[in-house]
């Protein structure tokens, strides 16, 4: 049956009362509760015929996809009013588009109701009287309203709905303050098909088609100026819930728009050489190419060559999928550099990409401020304990430079106590070139590579407090902080009147939203975020509690860029991501399973742990002193590279996309190429020639 349209029919249809109900389904047995509670409470005097696209977008079991044709063949005998039933199941995968062209193609009734096939109805639906309503208030559709559309209280709004008057059915008309004004909604409705049909395909035939089609729709209507040409209405009760997004949860899927929302990383791709060096002739073509334009080579110190292994690990990345990342001359790795954390989803994850693509739409950047913003903080308020009020920003940097200037601010001092890395302003990163020392003389820094470390700090903090606006601290990497010394830091600074600022930069959304100080309980005046807070996209925030922050509103602290739309809607997904599942749990496992790994493949060598520091981001720490440190950490990663795995000479990161497999593939990786390097005595312990 695959591949052709099946059509039941039942006794001949009265024209003038009949509903054409199209359905793009995906052979998933949702559809069955979709239909049998649609029935169940919409009271009709008509008849409808069925039109049913099954697209493979998610590689349904045959047995299911088989149980729900029987029972869409099946509904004119279990459902008298249904006098027809066609279903298209089509061979291969073709969209979201696709199969609303095909549908599109066959239906000719002059009312019809779209419905998907993840939709639960649990209200009553009198489709005589919205028949008539639709007719007598010359509007294009009538949303039946469901809990998709009416999060975020859009319906509750005095400025965003009215009343449509004289309306029996007590119809709603969103005003053109709401998201959803001059929008044509895929979601369940009936319609005029002589208007929504052909504006559906104008829309597809002109947009992107790898945009979500309610976008492209709307975008089609403001471009055209048509809206006037297409009152939306919405039936004043939710009467359906969405089910599908929790049947793919079940299923660790995601929304497919189109057909390309269905690749999928490969789990281990071929490692890039069969036991010689790697060819990388445009890696570093692209390197001669980028010393004579970009100073530093490229925009990131982090991501130089000199960090990893130059001339025998790649330079460039050209894409990224999964867990997966493949370099400018085609080789593909397991990447556990992961955007140097940024990626805690893994590249081009279907969520971010859909929520993308709906906002390309409308404009990255407005010349006023945006419901997202004021959307995105609520969520992030919300996500992190203690905080209520939320600024962003671009870079890590930006936000501890925000933080610092609001604790001088709100304290009255200047000198601040520092540990760790906090970005390259001249307030933050210690005495360098180009660093007026001035500045740097308001900065303390200090290490915390132990015990000891610890107790000078609290002891500098003690012994200068009254002076300082704030303790700035991010965590070491090679070893994990003691709660009993951040909790002994906290009570230190409420002694002293001393702000504690944690740059969670790494930590946040790795170890729990709020990163180390949400690990320990530890309470911090304010948190500095960015890498994983929109799961790679370029976003920061300072967060605190409104006693303090709200003081930021008083300070020259601005940034054009701080209220653009794809990242700020890029983060509103991924918190969602992170709160869905087990994230935090998988990550910690799976980092915790490449540690202990390594290590016990280390231990076999003679040597001591290689992989140190917090479970979700592992460590490398192969010797205590720097310059030999490095030295075994490029012999390394160049025998890791030639084996299809990209690792950091110091913290490394494991995301949501990272399986079992490919750690344990990592852990035999890294005992032959620890075994290859400690053979090779003379570059491990420094006695012989060059790095490999």
């Not at 949303?143 to 975020?152: D, I, K, M, Q, W």
């Not at 556990?336 to 990255?364: K, Q, S, W």
């Not at 003389?441 to 704030?470: I, N, V």
């Not at 996209?537 to 930021?552: I, N, S």
């Amino acid at each position: 049956m695959r591949g052709h349209a099946l059509n039941h029919r039942q006794g001949p249809a009265d024209p003038g009362r009949v509903v054409d109900i199209t359905t793009t389904s995906v052979g998933r047995d949702t559809i069955i509760t979709t239909y049998r509670s649609f029935f169940s409470q919409v009271s009709f005097s008509g008849h409808y015929r069925v039109f049913v696209t099954i697209d493979p977008a998610y590689e349904i079991p045959e047995e299911e996809s088989r149980r729900v044709e029987e029972f869409l063949r099946t509904l004119p005998e279990t459902h008298p009013r249904v006098r027809e039933v066609v279903v298209d199941r089509l061979p291969r995968q073709v969209g979201l588009q696709g199969a609303l062209a095909i549908l599109l193609a066959r239906t000719t009734a002059p009312i019809g109701v779209h419905l998907e096939d993840d939709w639960e109805f649990t209200g009553p639906i009198d489709l005589d009287l919205l028949v008539e309503e639709l007719a007598t208030h010359g509007g294009t559709q009538i949303v039946l309203t469901n809990s998709h559309v009416a999060r975020g209280g859009t319906f509750e709004r005095a400025a965003e709905v009215e009343p449509v008057p004289a309306s029996r059915a007590g119809l709603l008309r969103l005003t053109a303050a709401s998201w959803a004004a001059h929008y044509l909604p895929l979601c369940p409705h009936l319609h005029r098909t002589e208007v929504w049909a052909p504006t559906i395909a104008r829309a597809l035939a002109l947009t992107d088609p790898l945009r979500c089609p309610d976008e492209r729709v709307r975008e089609r209507i403001i471009a055209e100026q048509t809206t006037g040409d297409h009152d939306v209405l919405w039936t004043p009760r939710v009467v359906a819930d969405d089910i599908g997004r929790a049947w793919l949860e079940r299923r660790g899927g995601y929304k497919a728009i189109t057909p390309e929302h269905r690749a999928a990383a490969e789990e281990l791709p071929p490692p890039p050489t069969s036991g010689g060096p790697l060819r990388l002739a445009r890696s570093a073509a692209l390197l001669t190419r980028a010393a004579a334009v970009i100073p530093g080579i490229t925009q990131t110190f982090h991501k130089r060559p000199e960090n990893f292994a130059p001339g025998a690990y790649p330079g460039y990345a050209e894409r990224g999928s999964g867990a997966v990342l493949w370099d400018a001359d085609g080789n593909g790795y397991v990447d556990f550099v992961m955007a140097l954390g940024a990626a805690t989803l893994g590249y081009d994850h279907p969520a971010i990409n859909n929520v993308l693509r709906e906002r390309l739409g409308r404009g990255t950047l407005l010349s006023l401020p945006s419901p997202s913003e004021v959307a995105a903080a609520e969520e992030l308020t919300a996500a992190l304990p203690g905080v209520d009020m939320v600024r962003f920003l671009k870079t890590g940097a930006e936000a501890c430079a925000a933080a610092v200037r609001l604790a001088r601010h709100h304290t009255g001092r200047e000198r601040i106590l520092l540990a760790g890395y906090h970005g390259w302003h001249d307030q933050l990163s210690g005495p360098s070139p180009g660093v007026p020392a001035a500045a740097a003389r308001l900065g303390e820094r200090h290490t915390l590579d132990d015990d000891a470390d610890d107790q000078r700090f609290l002891a500098a903090l003690r012994d200068e407090g009254d002076e300082l606006a704030a303790v700035l601290l991010s965590t070491p990497y090679h070893r994990r902080l003691r709660a009993e010394f951040l909790h002994d830091l906290r009570a230190a600074c409420d002694r002293t009147g001393t702000l504690l600022v944690l740059d969670e930069i790494v930590t946040g959304f790795r170890l729990a939203p709020g990163g180390l100080g949400q690990w320990h309980r530890v309470r911090a005046d304010l948190v500095c975020l960015s890498k994983g807070l929109a799961a790679g996209l370029p976003l920061a925030a300072v967060a605190g509690p409104a006693g303090v922050l709200a003081d930021l509103a008083r300070l020259r602290v601005s940034t054009t860029f701080g209220g653009e739309l794809l990242a700020l809607e890029a983060m509103r997904v991924a918190l969602r991501e992170y709160a869905r599942g087990d994230y935090y749990r998988h990550i910690a496992t799976l980092g915790r399973r490449l540690r202990d790994g390594v290590n016990a493949e280390a231990a076999r060598l003679g040597l001591a742990p290689v992989l140190v520091g917090y479970d979700p981001m592992p460590c490398l720490r192969l010797a205590p002193e720097p310059a030999d440190h490095a030295r075994r950490a490029e012999q390394l990663l160049a025998g890791m590279a030639r084996r299809g795995f990209l690792l950091r000479r110091d913290v490394n990161f494991v995301s949501a996309a990272h399986t079992t497999g490919q750690i344990d593939a990592a852990v035999a990786a890294a005992a032959e190429a620890l075994t290859e390097a400690v053979a090779d005595t003379g570059r491990w312990h420094g006695t012989g020639g060059g790095a490999s």
